[in-house]
């Protein structure tokens, strides 16, 4: 709850989220969902008026100051605007939460170098932040997330401010992270094309309430929500005006691709189908997605195909009796 000039504000209502051990789990909503504060609700930087925060065991929310503090460094964070020491070296900018937490000056910028490496930038230590790109920056924050030795990395729209090419590489070394160094991460975005590159499950928020979880292929394959459609198929099934008198539904479930489906379903068992509309996706190389077809006035040749189609595997299909072409 937040005070506001109208009244006392709810940005998150009966959150119940679990996040596995060594997962990437995205969160994903809307502008004004209530996913950054649910982030912030993660290592405490906002209190939660009620509920708990559970993390190895121990709920944060109960926690004297001390020990707040020492649990705290198990969780890292990066941000969309980077936040690195401008007056500082890149090393020396990874050097300062081993300085906060007593390590070494020697053993810290050891550690540091060995952390630029990590993320691809080790000939960077003395340059500074305005020498760099906006991807090298982050990568110079995710060295700096990672020299606090944390079990959990949170990203706050970390790639938002950064092109599709450059995303996709940040993206894909907080994976290798994840991979090679066993720390679970939590990935706030507002972007599905985040999630279906990197996490394993994903939960999708909308006005601070949970709207569904699940693994990725779960929601991409069959999104339950209102919420949840809109964010996995933001433009819906576009929809051409060839006439059909009769409309089917096909989702795919992972493992199918439509083309051969189609054309199998004309030569195998003679049915003509003209695809009206199609929204699928890749993801991990399986496709998901929804297609509509509009199939030939005759309940005989709508029965085989029918048939034909729900023998394949990872495909559903059901007759649409609302379409308007």
């Not at 504060?37 to 190895?56: A, F, H, K, M």
């Not at 928020?205 to 990725?216: A, C, F, S, Y």
Request: charged share 20%; glycine share 8%; proline share 5%.
């Amino acid at each position: 709850m937040f005070p506001t000039a109208d009244g006392e504000l709810r940005a998150l209502n009966d959150i119940n989220l679990t996040i596995g051990d060594g997962d990437v789990f995205g969160i994903v909503g809307m502008s004004g969902a209530g996913k950054s504060t649910l982030v912030r609700c993660v290592n405490l930087l906002e209190r939660p008026t009620q509920g708990q925060v559970v993390i190895d065991g121990q709920d944060l929310c109960a926690l004297p100051p001390k020990q707040l503090l020492q649990a705290r460094r198990s969780i890292a964070m990066i941000f969309q605007q980077f936040n690195l020491l401008m007056q500082r070296t890149c090393l020396k900018n990874i050097c300062f939460p081993m300085e906060i937490a007593g390590v070494k000056p020697a053993e810290a910028k050891k550690r540091a170098q060995e952390y630029l490496d990590i993320v691809g930038l080790p000939d960077k230590a003395d340059a500074y932040p305005a020498q760099l790109s906006g991807g090298q920056k982050q990568r110079i924050a995710i060295a700096r997330a990672l020299a606090s030795d944390p079990k959990i990395l949170l990203c706050d729209e970390a790639t938002s401010a950064l092109d599709p090419k450059t995303t996709r590489d940040i993206l894909r070394l907080i994976k290798d992270i994840n991979r090679r160094m066993g720390i679970t991460v939590v990935v706030i975005t507002h972007e599905m094309a985040v999630v279906e590159e990197i996490c394993s499950h994903v939960a999708i928020l909308d006005h601070g309430v949970l709207q569904e979880t699940g693994t990725v292929e779960e929601i991409f394959s069959n999104p339950k929500t209102e919420a949840g459609r809109r964010l996995v198929y933001p433009d819906g099934v576009i929809l051409d005006q060839l006439p059909a008198a009769n409309v089917i539904r096909i989702a795919f479930n992972g493992g199918s691709s439509y083309e051969p489906l189609i054309a199998s379903l004309a030569i195998d068992c003679g049915v003509k189908a003209n695809i009206l509309g199609a929204d699928t996706r890749n993801v991990n190389g399986q496709a998901f997605g929804t297609m509509l077809l509009g199939l030939p006035d005759d309940r005989e040749q709508i029965a085989k195909a029918m048939a034909y189609i729900k023998s394949q595997p990872n495909v559903t299909v059901e007759e649409v009796h609302d379409y308007h072409g």
